[in-house]
């Protein structure tokens, strides 16, 4: 038998019916029905033949996009074989189910992925939206041998015109994916494609999100009648995490008592698998001090309210407090006139430029931090007082 479909190479596949040579009809591609043997044999080629038009009729009606080697391997009994010819839209699932999957321990406490995978399932959302805009084809028709220069090239202007219309600089398409079929063994995938599009995916400079330590100050003496209640709360956890190493929102949310001892919080970053050991200032302390008796369960500040949260609950409640300790950030930095889009972020970037202007070991502040020099470096250090410098190279040049 064999597969053939134009544009495509044919593919021979043995059936193990026998007969007579003399009895070949080559041109019917039959035995000659002279016997009642010829004649079963005549029908069991025949239902081997529309057991395989069938599926190849299902396909086109689907849209398919199918080759010959599918087709010949369809009704192998070897799974191996079969997944091999999995979509890319299957293979984006399985990352990132298998993302999501992952468990990590942080300072005793279990914590899944379900974040990380966010990325592979906005990838997927992305290019559905694009092979329908650009092609009229559902990207689950999609294999890896679609996946062609030509494809990418389209998909970045169609991603790059979206994002400037968001204000944002738009996606790419993530070759991890294709990586991760390539050690899949999967068929057709070529990550040469690629290589003329290496200058579009290298990160842009990053722009530090710092600002200067009087900036800090500004903040630190707002006029907190402007505030309501609750949002004490939030400007002085963006202040912990200026004066605490710039400690992430999501980590202190978790903080507990135990991991205070003396001076110094010890803690696993859940972001990452780093520890942390952070010099807590006379500020840091006051603010531990002032919500000891508020918070609960043993924790720090008062975040989460009761025992026994399940671990999307707690996940939730660290989204909510992010996104109002940046209302109120808003609120602060517009009330004082300040040109700078202040997040939770922001904390962490002025605490590593401070620290480093000062003088202070890279590996010093890598170790209260959580990262290494070189992240540092590429996504954190900035100019922030740009005056002190100029007036410095005008003594200089």
């Known amino acids: 038998m064999v597969f053939y479909k134009t544009g495509y190479n044919r593919i021979p596949k043995v059936l193990y019916i026998t007969g007579p040579y003399s009895d070949w009809q080559k041109e019917k591609q039959c035995f000659i029905p002279n016997s ?82 966010r990325t592979f399932r906005y990838l997927h959302s992305s290019l559905e939206k694009f092979t329908l805009a650009k092609y009229r084809k559902p990207f689950t028709n999609y294999s890896f041998r679609d996946i062609t220069e030509k494809f990418i090239e389209d998909f970045i202007v169609h991603t790059k015109r979206e994002g400037a219309k968001n204000g944002n600089r738009g996606g790419l398409f993530n070759y991890k994916v294709v990586e991760y079929a390539q050690k899949k063994r999967l068929y057709n995938v070529n990550l040469d494609v690629f290589d003329r599009f290496k200058t579009y995916m290298k990160e842009s400079p990053v722009v530090t999100k710092a600002v200067s330590h009087e900036v800090i100050r500004q ?10 209640r609750c949002e004490h709360l ?14 992430s929102g999501i980590d202190i949310c978790y903080l507990r008592r135990d991991m205070v001892v003396g001076d110094t919080i010890r803690y696993e970053r859940i972001k990452t698998d780093k520890v942390c050991r952070v010099i807590l200032t006379e500020k840091a302390m006051a603010l531990i001090e002032k919500y000891r008796e508020l918070a609960s369960m043993d924790y720090l500040f008062p975040v989460f309210k009761w025992r026994n ?19 109120t950030m808003q609120k602060v930095y517009a009330h004082l006139g300040i040109a700078h889009h202040i997040t939770w972020g922001t904390a962490r970037s002025s605490f590593i430029c401070k620290m480093l202007d000062e003088g202070y ?27 002190s410098i100029r007036e410095g190279m005008e003594k200089l040049f």
């Open 36 to 117: 009642a043997d010829n004649i079963s044999k005549n029908s069991l080629l025949q239902k081997e033949k529309l057991k395989y038009l069938k599926v190849a009729e299902k396909w086109e009606c689907a849209g398919k996009n199918w080759i010959p080697l599918e087709l010949a391997h369809y009704f192998d009994k070897q799974p191996a074989t079969l997944e091999k010819y999995t979509s890319v839209s299957e293979v984006i699932k399985q990352i990132e189910q298998e993302s999501a999957g992952r468990t990590r321990i942080r300072n005793g406490r279990e914590f899944n992925n379900e974040r990380n995978g």
């Open 309 to 327: 949260r399940s671990q999307r609950q707690m996940y939730d409640r660290v989204t909510y407090i992010n996104k109002k300790v940046s209302e």
């Open 234 to 247: 939030y400007l002085d956890l963006f202040l912990f995490s200026y004066y605490a190493g710039g400690m």
């Open 219 to 228: 903040i630190e003496q707002v006029d907190r009648s402007i505030l309501r």
């Open 361 to 387: 070991h890279i590996y010093q502040v890598a170790e209260m931090t959580g990262n290494s020099p070189m992240t540092i470096y590429k996504h954190y250090y900035g100019i922030t007082d740009r005056q």
